[in-house]
């Protein structure tokens, strides 16, 4: 399954401009592009809402060959319950760490030149204090499991993810499609709960494996999120997705290659446009205004 790569993982955020000084100021990543919508996508990509939503994806670099993030935020929605199924993102770069302590985000010393800190929302980050490489510093992805052997079960023989290391001590094993790429932890860590942010971890296939992929699910009695279905973007390539769920509900999207090179184009304009949709939500003043709350999801 060398054709098969890691492309992001979704977050939902409550808060775009405290997010995005994180994820630009204290990271270092950059903005990839920014897309606004005004209705619910059909691939639940926004989660179960139906109202108006924005998607900016970031990263080190192009998501062709790196992992980055995709923050979905719902307009009206100010926060979301964490489960503990995301355990972390894990990332290498001094620069980060540095940016980290300038700015006085909190930094808590975990390990060997390992500091854990924490997005707007809670989410939790593992940044390596080693000089960012020339590659994607983009580590692992970690997710908590129930069963460890049925995870690994389904990801490694159901969706083709090699086993690429094992920790018996800590109930964890590392997987991933390919040694270059962003790499796959799974932690068993007992029931598993959602929250209301679950997220999604999104990858890309060849178009025409999809089918098959959807077929296999239905074989094995898997579940099936969102059956092989086409996603319009205006102005942009219509790609092909299948939405899946592990064992343990972590959602997993599949994406057909050819489309999405075309879709993920960096676009030159994509902070401006953030910056944009920022300056023009006034959902915070409005609620401020009618001494409001916004909803909690």
Known sequence: MALRRALH????????AKT???YRDVLGMKVLRHEEFEEGCKATCNGPYDGKWSKTMVGYGPEDDHFVAELTYNYGVGEYELGNDFLGLTLQSSQAVSN?????????????????????????????????????????????VSD?????????????????????????????????????????IGPVNHGTAFGRIAFSCPR???????GVMKKEDQKILTPLVSLETPGKATVEVV??????????????????????????????????????????????KHNRQKAAA
């Not at 989410?123 to 510093?137: A, C, G, M, T």
């Not at 083709?160 to 068993?188: H, W």
């Open 148 to 188: 460890l052997q049925r995870a690994t079960h389904y990801w490694n023989a159901l969706l083709g993810m090699k086993v690429m290391d094992k920790n018996e001590e800590k109930k964890s094993v590392i997987m991933g499609f390919g040694d270059t790429q962003c790499k796959l932890e799974l932690c068993e």
């Open 243 to 288: 939405i899946l769920a592990d064992p343990d509900g972590h959602e997993i999207c599949f994406v057909g290659n050819e489309a999405f090179t075309q879709l993920c184009a960096i676009d030159p304009k994509g902070n401006d446009l953030l910056e944009k949709a920022m300056a023009e939500d006034k959902s915070n003043e409005w609620f401020a």
């Open 100 to 144: 980290a302590k300038r700015l006085g985000w909190p930094l808590t010393e975990v390990g060997d030149a390992l500091y854990l800190t924490q997005g707007p929302g809670g989410y939790p980050f593992y940044l390596v204090d080693k000089e960012q490489p020339p590659s994607d510093p983009v580590q692992k992805v970690s997710l908590g």
């Open 208 to 214: 025409d494996q999809l089918p098959d992929l959807e």
């Open 20 to 22: 995005a000084t994180f």
């Open 9 to 16: 993982f979704v977050f939902k955020v409550g808060d775009r």
